[in-house]
């Protein structure tokens, strides 16, 4: 027998995994929507059981739907009381069915609540909130009743922890999940009342007041945290090899996933012979598991608006290593697409089941990040969006790169669409905050340069080891070898000197006053936007859209409805923040989708949360403009020239399409793209990465092989 005690159900609730669809035979139910729903719920499928129901064809029997699961349900949860004397195989069970019942009635209204449900009608849906909010509430009163042992509370400790578990609870998502730990009494409150606190953060929360009132569109620039962000309207999520590394590091049930598919995989025999010798397939595969469940969350965003606006789209970045061989980063976005493919078709078989979806079922909702790092960027852009598979471009920060990649983006999609293939969600992304911290690093080392000038290098020295003191890279600089060395190693962003902050105007004293220095953070800060804003309002403001229609439709023989498609699948991303304002700063109500890192999220909500906060006041901020004094003092800065500038080829091309501004001719040419600084610096900090991470995998690999 086995002890019933609260800390052996919550380990039963903890553990719990749902049944893979692969196996055992699986079959949707096509013809019964609370059968099929009920289903699933049984194979622990219960976010998909849950997410059924988010299609607007459920609309006039959504409440009899809802009405059938928990009749349904209500059948299970009572045969499912735990006992004392349960043995060990009888108490799981027990413990998972009611497990799964809450879940799937917590997941509904979380979704009801979230904006992912707005296809649904709004009466309907309140109703069927009451009956589930109903339901739930006498489940808890019978455990209750039943004794001091709750599944509820495990149910919910569980998704709280989930929630912290990303960017280890530095996260908007796990400061959530504090805050409702927090006000929330295990041995007082229900399972409603913890509801009705995750329905305020929901609805009160910042970005689902933008999404929905049309403010801007968001997505994620990190793997995990999902569901909860598309309950405040994200619809996007970016990822690199960075961040795929995070989620299996922040994830335990990644790496238990990784063990269990790669021996199904049909190239395990191989790769278990020499994994070292196929790490970059290991590391593809173990990469893209990462990314099955991000796709299947976005995955009826995707299918709801795919006919209009586009969304639901994952951005997936390939090898950074072979960023700059075309034929291995094709055959590459093959391999991943292909997987995604076989992923899908099965996935949409139980999500779609019983609707008349019109359309192609099954297709990835999947775009490829393409590092803007050299001329095979190009190539590679129009290649992949030629074959209809859509692009993210990535690395880039400069009016000049994300220009000519979107004129190349374009034209993909223009020969996609003589090919019948409708283009997916395309995206370019502006790393705004990457270019700050390089341009600022560029000004320190100047001025350091200069501190050496003034008191000689013995005293300089001193104040960056004063400074390294400070920020924390003590050990940084010790083993630096040289003073130019030493200063990139106490000044870099990436070693933590974030901001030009007092311990800096402390170093710096006997070369540059305190307010100039404020000055020069204060225009550093102001870097990013500016080229964000250059390059959407050359691209999808109200005056230079009509001309970019017509460009398309003589030069690439479109016709206008084609022409148009392709301006609204386009959309800038505003990406790597810093702070705040880089969001608000650059809200528009079309062609943009921010992506915002988990704990940027939660200063972006707190600063809206202050008393002189104003929302209106960033309205299609996009398009307003800053003084003339910052743009003049960041122009003393050589690479912001390069960055803020476009080039001859450019200026050709805007000419013919009838922009006729002077936006200078510094920009970079497609073959400088790979020397300039933030590039190099990012890459390098992709491939670190890559590197470990693969490294990781095959280790990883190793250990799989030898215990099989």
């Not at 173990?286 to 995707?302: E, G, K, S, Y």
């Not at 707190?606 to 398009?623: C, D, P, V, W």
Request: proline fraction near 3%; charge should be neutral; charged fraction near 30%.
């Amino acid at each position: 027998m086995t002890e019933l005690s609260q800390g052996r159900v919550d380990q039963i609730v903890f553990e719990a995994e749902p049944e893979a669809l692969s196996e055992g035979g699986k079959r949707p139910i096509s013809d019964d929507h609370v059968a099929h729903i009920v289903q699933l719920v049984r194979w622990g499928q219960t976010a998909l059981a849950a997410d059924h129901l988010l299609f607007p064809e459920i609309n006039p029997t959504l409440v009899s739907t809802v009405s059938g699961v928990i009749r349904q349900l209500n059948i299970l949860f009572h045969l499912a009381c735990p006992k004392e004397n349960d043995r060990e195989e009888r108490l799981r069970e027990k413990v998972k069915a009611r497990q799964q019942a809450y879940e799937v009635l917590i997941e509904m209204v979380l979704n009801f609540y979230g904006l992912e449900s707005r296809w649904l009608d709004e009466e309907k849906k309140g109703k069927s909130l009451q009956y589930i909010l109903n339901a739930l509430a006498e489940w808890e009163n019978l455990e209750r009743q039943e004794g001091p042992i709750s599944v509820a509370s495990a149910v919910v400790r569980n998704w709280l922890a989930r929630m912290k578990r990303v960017q280890k609870g530095q996260s908007m998502v796990g400061k959530t999940a504090l805050r409702i730990e927090g006000s929330f009494d295990f041995e007082k409150n229900g399972v409603v009342d913890f509801l009705k606190k995750a329905e305020r953060e929901i609805k009160e929360n910042i970005y689902y007041r933008m999404v929905k009132e049309g403010k801007c569109r968001f997505g994620n620039d990190y793997a995990l945290g999902l569901r909860w962000l598309r309950h405040l309207g994200f619809e996007q999520v970016s990822t690199n090899p960075v961040l795929a590394a995070k989620a299996y590091q922040d994830e335990p049930g990644l790496l238990r996933t990784f063990r269990k598919e790669v021996q199904k995989h049909p190239r395990y025999a191989q790769w278990s012979r020499d994994p070292a010798s196929h790490g970059e397939e290991i590391t593809l595969f173990a990469t893209l598991l990462a990314l099955w469940d991000n796709l299947h969350v976005f995955r009826p965003i995707f299918y709801n608006l795919r006919e209009t606006s586009g969304g639901g789209v994952v951005s997936f970045q390939l090898n950074p290593n072979i960023a700059h061989l075309v034929e291995e980063s094709v055959r590459d976005v093959f391999e991943a697409f292909r997987l995604a493919s076989e992923n899908l078709l099965l996935y949409d078989q139980f999500l779609l089941a019983g609707y008349r979806i019109e359309g192609e079922k099954g297709r990835p909702n999947m775009v490829i990040k393409v590092a803007a790092t050299s001329p095979a960027a190009r190539t590679i852009t129009r290649r992949i969006n030629a074959l209809g598979f859509g692009s993210n471009i990535t690395v880039d920060y400069t009016v000049s790169q994300e220009a000519t990649l979107l004129l190349d983006e374009m034209e993909g999609m223009a020969c996609a669409l003589k090919k019948g293939i409708r283009p997916t969600q395309l995206y370019m992304t502006n790393m705004g905050g990457r270019l700050e911290s390089h341009l600022r690093e560029v000004k320190l080392e100047e001025f350091f340069g200069q501190l050496r000038d003034a008191v000689g290098e013995e005293k300089a020295l001193e104040r960056i080891d004063q400074l390294s003191r400070v920020n924390g890279t003590e050990e940084r600089v010790a083993k630096a070898a040289g003073y130019e060395e030493k200063v990139l190693a106490a000044t870099r962003f990436a070693h933590g000197q974030k901001t030009i902050d007092e311990a800096i105007c402390e170093a710096l004293k006997d070369v540059v006053s305190k307010k100039t220095l404020q000055d020069w953070e204060s225009a550093i800060g102001h870097s990013g936007t500016l080229v964000a804003r250059r390059v959407w309002g050359i691209f999808f403001s109200e005056k230079n859209r009509e001309r970019w229609m017509t460009y398309l439709i003589k030069q690439k023989g479109l016709a206008a409805d084609e022409a148009k498609l392709i301006l609204e699948r386009l959309h800038y991303l505003p990406a790597s923040k810093r702070k705040p304002f880089d969001t608000f700063w650059t809200l528009a109500s079309r062609n943009l989708v921010h992506t915002e890192f988990p704990d940027h999220q939660e200063n972006v909500r707190r600063m809206a949360e202050g008393t002189q906060f104003n929302l209106k006041a960033y309205e299609e901020s996009i398009t307003q403009t800053f003084s003339s004094e910052i743009l003049e003092r960041l122009y003393q800065i050589e690479d912001f020239r390069k960055a803020y500038e476009i080039n001859p080829e450019l200026a050709g091309i805007f000419k013919e399409v009838g922009i006729a501004e002077e936006f200078g001719l510094e920009g970079l040419k497609d073959t400088e793209w790979s020397e300039f600084g933030p590039v190099r610096k990012t890459l390098s900090e992709f491939k670190n990465a890559y590197d470990t991470f693969q490294a990781e995998m095959v280790q990883e690999m190793k250990k799989i092989v030898t215990t099989a």
